[in-house]
């Protein structure tokens, strides 16, 4: 058997049967490594047996992404904090309202962290009164006069964190209408319980009014969440109601403007579901 070379073990193999080939083939361990592969690339040639897969080209790698900074990632969400789109607008309008308000009370003297009852009164807060017969405007515009940067930051961030959810679901105009509602019955509330006299502002009360309009919106799975995410939302909404509801029982905080707004908002969710159902 001549394998000295290439060309003489292909002459060699072309003259021998298939059996002995496979045979030679299948216990290539036991003869020189020539004769192993002369045996294969024979029976390859007959069609006897697959040729061997060329190697896939190696893939190339992907550019590793630059990681985003800071700046990539705060900007868009503060773009959508203060700037109205299509999709969401009636919060950033609100927000932007309340900023607003604040900034011209701060621009024109008032103390940007403890106004005093005058000043508030002086912008349009809910007084014993003055509301009730004579300015009722007054219900509404104290839901954009806030007593200091304190209180409004943490009623823009309750806002922000609550609306965004909400009017992906309900719409704008769905939502900017709850709000306004909540918060003047929140207001009318709060002067009907304190009749001895009592100077209120902020947003509070309408905000109550989105967290009883979500809780409506999840017990009657008009939000599509599994049932998991439905329970621990629920939760997360009576746990922010009850513990702001609580604080209120040890703070200079109006718990009958929340309990006010927080109905009407329960309320409201009725029609808005039956619109939410016709569109």
Not at 8 to 33: G, I, T, V
Not at 84 to 106: E, F, G, H, S, Y
Not at 200 to 212: E, M, N, P
Request: aromatic share 8%; net charge neutral.
């Amino acid at each position: 058997m001549d394998v000295s070379t290439p060309e003489a073990a292909a002459a060699h193999f072309a003259q021998r049967p298939d059996a002995e080939l496979l045979y030679l083939a299948r216990h290539a361990s036991r003869y020189p490594p020539a004769v192993g592969a002369a045996a294969v690339a024979e029976l390859q040639r007959r069609g006897l047996v697959p040729e061997a897969p060329l190697a896939p080209p190696p893939t190339p790698e992907a550019p590793a992404e630059p990681d985003e900074t800071w700046a990539q990632v705060l900007l868009p969400v503060l773009r959508g904090l203060f700037w109205p789109t299509r999709q969401c607008w009636a919060v950033p309008v609100l927000i932007d309202l309340n900023l607003l308000v604040w900034l011209a009370m701060t621009w024109s003297g008032v103390s940007a962290t403890a106004p005093t009852g005058h000043e508030l009164a002086r912008w349009g807060s809910n007084v014993t009164g003055l509301t009730w017969p004579g300015q009722p405007w007054r219900l509404v515009t104290s839901l954009f006069v806030h007593g200091g940067v304190a209180h409004l930051l943490l009623n823009m961030a309750s806002l922000w964190l609550l609306g965004v959810l909400l009017e992906a679901r309900t719409g704008g105009a769905r939502l900017l209408a709850a709000y306004l509602a909540s918060g003047v019955a929140a207001s009318a509330a709060t002067l009907w319980y304190h009749s001895g006299g009592i100077n209120s502002t902020g947003a509070s009360g309408a905000i109550f009014g989105l967290y009883g309009l979500l809780l409506m919106l999840l017990l009657s799975k008009k939000i599509v969440l599994d049932k998991w995410d439905r329970r621990g939302m629920l939760g997360l909404v009576l746990y922010l109601v009850l513990s702001n509801l609580v604080s209120g029982l040890t703070g200079n905080i109006d718990n009958i403007a929340h309990l006010g707004g927080l109905l009407m908002g329960l309320l409201v969710a009725v029609p808005i579901q039956l619109s939410m159902q016709r569109s």
